[in-house]
């Protein structure tokens, strides 16, 4: 684990730790101490407060196991058929991100073949992807996801500024998931170790520094699984992370 935090990160382990742990504290005691006086309303928004701090603890603890897992005996896939117009829309429809403030638009292509793949996963890609754009993106801000066929393979990045690890090119069927903020977008030398780890950008709205692990596990990941993950991000135009799944049967 030390190898996996450096020591000069630990504060910022502790803040990443502490701070979902004290909302889900704070919301816990208000329900206990004034339930009687809450309104139905406000009992559902604390009880979505505590939902999403421990799906942020969960994530982030599937991260830090991840990463050491990536770089010891390598990731197990526990690997089988997955729909990933339903696991999408899934957790979009979850308790666990803050979409309140933010406009969140979909385009799936319709009838998506399945991938071979590991659900839990390819959930904690897109769990790193939903969290960085709601990270980035500010108050009244677009957050579009996508997922798109492609049954001849695919190009990537041709015309357009893209940052792509893995294979820049598939003549394989796949699918490309993608996921678009609105925020500020990240400077051409930030993205240039965006998928390394320990690797932070400074351009988040929030303002929370984060342990910069998330992109490195999706990155491993999706490289797991004979996919590419790759970015595409301008000044002050947000920016779009997408990843692609070969189409595979086992």
Not at 125 to 131: I, M, Q, S, T
Request: proline content about 6%; aromatic content about 6%.
């Amino acid at each position: 684990m030390r190898s996996l935090l450096p020591m000069d990160d630990l504060s910022t382990w502790t803040h990443e730790i502490r701070a979902p742990l004290a909302t889900v504290g704070a919301y816990a005691d208000a329900l206990i101490e004034s339930h009687r006086r809450l309104t139905d309303e406000e009992r559902h928004e604390y009880l979505c407060a505590i939902k999403r701090s421990i799906e942020h603890i969960n994530r982030l603890l599937s991260n830090v196991l991840d990463a050491a897992l990536s770089e010891s005996k390598g990731l197990p896939l526990a690997l089988a058929p997955v729909q990933l117009s339903e696991v999408i829309l899934a957790l979009l429809r979850s308790k666990g991100f803050d979409f309140r403030e933010r406009v969140v638009d979909t385009c799936l292509d319709p009838g998506l073949p399945a991938v071979y793949a590991d659900k839990a996963r390819i959930e904690l890609v897109l769990k790193n992807l939903l969290a960085n754009a709601v990270k980035f993106s500010p108050s009244g801000g677009l957050i579009h996801v996508s997922a798109r066929s492609f049954g001849d393979g695919i190009q990537l990045g041709l015309g357009e500024p893209a940052l792509c690890v893995g294979p820049n090119a598939t003549s394989a069927p796949c699918i490309v998931i993608s996921v678009r903020d609105s925020g500020v977008g990240i400077p051409p030398k930030e993205q240039e170790g965006l998928f390394t780890k320990f690797c932070r950008s400074g351009q988040n709205a929030s303002g929370a520094p984060g342990l910069g692990l998330g992109l490195y596990v999706c990155r491993k990941i999706v490289e797991a699984h004979g996919g590419s993950i790759w970015v595409k991000s301008e000044p002050q135009r947000g920016s779009e992370f997408s990843f692609s799944l070969p189409i595979a049967h086992p």
